[in-house]
């Protein structure tokens, strides 16, 4: 089926018209038929032109994602895709894969389409600033989505779980599934320019904090966070002062490399039982595997987050302890829905803002769930998040 823009069927009547116009003026000798038929020679012409030319083709919602080699954004493209089923609108998504300049001209792009929203997550909130500057100024409503872009005025929305609960969450499995005192504690971080990482490091330390000054942990691998231990509130620069120190960027492969530089390094007594703040599933299962193979380590409770597919099998194996599980149909769900009323006219809804370094952003946020092995089938296969015959040993 041919689907036309208004702009080349409004092009098609003018000059439907312009002929019919001139047919009256022309001498009755001329064949009508002939006429006819130049009439639908045209016609079909502009149609196979309009086939052809998709800049008149206007896609309504466009989105950037940050690239296509971790599981979630893939899964989360196919969400999004489903989330416009039913309605008047489209969407395009593009991948930025680690690369702000190919997330800016991912946004160039969907601009010159026409978009009149624009979804992104981005792979360095300071430096999608300038992407969304270019869609602003050309009257396009920003939807930062899962990832808050900073220091700029550009942003209209935020789509979010709510990042401080999300560490807090993890720190508090900690506190709950230790025993004794100065348990060794090591701490890890997302990428330092990824705004959750702080949020999620700050939501952390507000519950361990506590508990570290308290004598319950000691800290094993951070001199920066050692000479912070007895403040509650720590500002941006001290945050990333830490996080600069156990950073593993997201890679897999730095959190392994950071974990068995700690472990080579570190004194018998900060061995034995341990408590392990990981900053998502990637990270966490690369971790749990090098202090796994430590002798010197009895046991370990290691925190994550996402439940991706992989983690939750670790979780089944008594590998990883536990994940935040942030339902990303929800979060989709949360986009799609602003998008649309956008669309439509209508005000979004919001529960709350954040402050990106430039203005408060209105955010709607989602709730996020603690899995461990106690309720791994309830959340995820009950919900049919995932399907039981995905993993083994599961009870």
């Known amino acids: 089926m041919i689907t036309l823009s208004r702009k080349r069927i409004q092009a098609i009547i ?13 001498q009755m ?49 196919q969400r ?43 792979q360095d909130g300071d430096a999608a600033a300038a992407a969304v500057e270019a869609a602003k100024k050309e009257g396009i409503t920003v939807i930062s989505y899962d990832r808050l872009i900073t220091n700029t005025d550009a942003v209209d929305y935020y789509v979010t779980f709510d ?10 499995y900690l506190v709950d599934n230790v025993e004794g005192t100065n348990v060794p504690l090591y701490l890890y971080a997302g990428a330092a320019s990824d705004n959750n990482a702080f949020l999620f490091f700050e939501g952390a330390w507000s519950v361990l904090q506590p508990k570290i000054a308290d004598g319950t942990f000691k800290i094993a691998n951070s001199k920066e966070a050692e000479s912070l231990k007895d403040k509650a509130d720590l500002s941006r620069d001290q945050l990333g002062k830490i996080i600069g120190q156990v950073t593993t960027n997201w890679e897999p492969s730095d959190a392994k490399n950071k974990a068995q530089t700690h472990l080579t390094a570190a004194s018998d007594d900060l061995k034995g039982n341990v408590a392990i703040l990981a900053p998502n599933d990637g990270t966490a299962r690369s971790i749990a595997d090098v202090f796994g193979t430590d002798k010197a380590v009895s046991s370990f409770v290691i925190t994550g987050q996402d439940a991706e597919k992989a983690s939750i099998q670790y979780i089944i194996d008594g590998k990883q302890s ?9 979060l989709v ?63």
């Open 14 to 26: 003018s000059l439907v018209r312009q002929i019919t116009s001139l047919e009256r003026g022309i």
């Open 29 to 77: 000798k001329k064949s009508l038929k002939t006429i006819s038929l130049m009439i639908a020679a045209i016609m079909f012409a502009l149609i196979i032109t309009g086939c052809g030319n998709s800049s008149d083709s206007k896609i309504s919602v466009g989105i950037v994602l940050p690239t296509k080699d971790e599981p979630r954004w893939v899964q989360d493209e």
């Open 80 to 122: 999004f895709k489903d989330a416009l089923d039913g309605t008047d609108y489209t969407t395009e998504i593009l991948f930025s894969q680690g690369s702000s300049a190919k997330e800016k001209e991912n946004v160039e792009t969907l601009i010159n389409k026409g978009i009149e929203v624009l979804i992104i997550c981005p």
């Open 163 to 172: 990042s401080l609960a999300v560490g807090a969450a993890q720190a508090q």
């Open 322 to 330: 536990m994940t935040v599980f942030k339902d990303v149909r929800t």
């Open 333 to 395: 769900k949360d986009a799609m829905d602003m998008a649309v009323k956008i669309l439509d006219g209508d005000k979004p809804e919001t529960t709350g803002s954040y402050d990106n370094g430039n203005k408060d952003v209105k955010a709607k946020q989602t709730d996020v769930i603690v899995v461990d092995k106690d309720n791994v089938k309830k959340e995820l296969i009950e919900s049919k998040y995932y399907k039981e015959s995905e993993f083994t040993g599961l009870k």
